[in-house]
């Protein structure tokens, strides 16, 4: 019995907005171009775009903007999951910072149609983040057992780090999605890299949904480079260049596949390579 799903990847580009209806209009616009789809990914901080509700001094501040954004989790909770039932579909929402101690963490939420699933908080933080920014790691991972699969979520910078997609993967984690901002090629590069290497390590499928565009009043996130694509294993039984799909560079919107989640299971067990099953015996060798 096939267990088939339609993912679909955003390249999602920042808005200005007066207010949250302006805000409700493009996320509903959003959902409703991809309604045709089981699962819809958006990418990291692209939350940051409520920002702008606080104005302009607001939006052009580093500190400022990450506590107006915050401010509107529990509108745009329920928005997405108002869209989620309506639509009947799951959805990884934009991460956004979450003021649960002095310092805020990255988090995306996971809904579903009948509301909230639960969240994920970014693990390794990159140097701005920290440096910079402030914004602080939560560990700890998240697997989520939902009708379109085994779902984990690694965000940015951790898609770049092997060891945190080992255990999901050892839990039976079916698809990988990894929502991205990226100011630079060569950033976007390294988290595209690091989900397919990661597609390929753990014999899975990897989502990819990247911020695309520029934004003139914020300095966090000002720059965008990318392109939504969903990877997978090239190990004989998903296409040879692990590539199920990608979009074009910069350019927004979606981009989406169908796929039977039983060729992950096929692959981990009857694939040409079985990098899957053989890592343990990677995992102890040391220098002669």
């Known amino acids: 019995m096939t267990r088939e799903i339609k993912i679909a990847a955003a390249a999602y580009?920042?808005?200005?907005?007066?207010?949250?209806?302006?805000?409700?209009?493009?996320?509903?616009?959003?959902v409703e171009a991809a309604a045709d789809c089981d699962l819809l990914?958006?990418?990291?901080?692209?939350?940051?775009e409520l920002a702008s509700l606080g104005g302009k001094e607001v939006a052009g501040d580093?500190?400022?903007?990450?506590?107006?954004t915050a401010r509107h989790a529990e509108a745009r909770d329920a928005l997405h999951a108002e869209l989620a039932a309506a639509h009947g579909l799951h959805i990884l929402a934009a991460s956004s910072p979450c003021f649960d101690g002095a310092r805020p963490v990255n988090r995306a939420v996971?809904?579903?149609?009948?509301?909230?699933?639960?969240?994920?908080?970014?693990?390794?933080?990159?140097?701005?983040?920290?440096?910079?920014?402030?914004?602080?790691?939560?560990?700890g991972l998240r697997?989520?057992?939902?009708?379109?699969?085994?779902?984990?979520?690694?965000?940015?910078?951790?898609?770049?780090?092997?060891?945190?997609?080992?255990?999901?993967?050892?839990?039976?984690?079916?698809?990988?999605?990894?929502?991205?901002?990226?100011?630079?090629?060569a950033g976007f590069n390294r988290v595209r890299i690091g989900a397919m290497a990661r597609a390929l390590e753990s014999q899975c499928v990897v989502?990819?949904?990247?911020?695309?565009?520029?934004?003139?009043?914020?300095?966090?996130?000002?720059?965008?480079?990318?392109?939504?694509a969903i990877y997978a294993p090239s190990d004989g039984i998903w296409p040879e260049t692990g590539i199920l799909v990608e979009g074009e560079m910069d350019r927004p919107g979606w981009v989406k596949a169908r796929i039977d989640l039983n060729r992950v299971r096929?692959?981990?067990e009857d694939g040409r390579v079985l990098p899957f099953?053989?890592?343990?015996?990677?995992?102890?060798?040391?220098?002669?």
């Not at 990914?41 to 940051?48: D, M, S």
């Not at 890592?279 to 002669?288: H, T």
Request: charged content about 25%.
């Open 13 to 30: 580009n920042f808005d200005w907005f007066d207010d949250f209806d302006a805000y409700r209009a493009k996320l509903s616009r959003w």
């Open 41 to 48: 990914v958006f990418p990291e901080y692209g939350a940051l």
């Open 62 to 68: 580093l500190e400022a903007s990450l506590h107006e």
């Open 110 to 139: 996971l809904f579903g149609p009948d509301g909230r699933i639960g969240h994920q908080d970014k693990q390794v933080m990159t140097r701005f983040e920290r440096e910079e920014w402030h914004v602080e790691a939560a560990p």
């Open 143 to 185: 697997v989520f057992n939902t009708p379109v699969g085994r779902l984990g979520v690694l965000i940015c910078y951790d898609s770049e780090f092997p060891l945190l997609a080992r255990p999901l993967a050892e839990a039976g984690v079916e698809v990988i999605l990894v929502p991205s901002c990226t100011d630079t090629v």
């Open 207 to 228: 989502v990819h949904s990247p911020t695309v565009g520029s934004c003139d009043w914020n300095p966090a996130i000002d720059e965008n480079r990318g392109k939504a």
């Open 266 to 268: 096929e692959s981990r």
């Open 277 to 288: 099953a053989h890592w343990p015996e990677s995992a102890g060798v040391g220098l002669v």
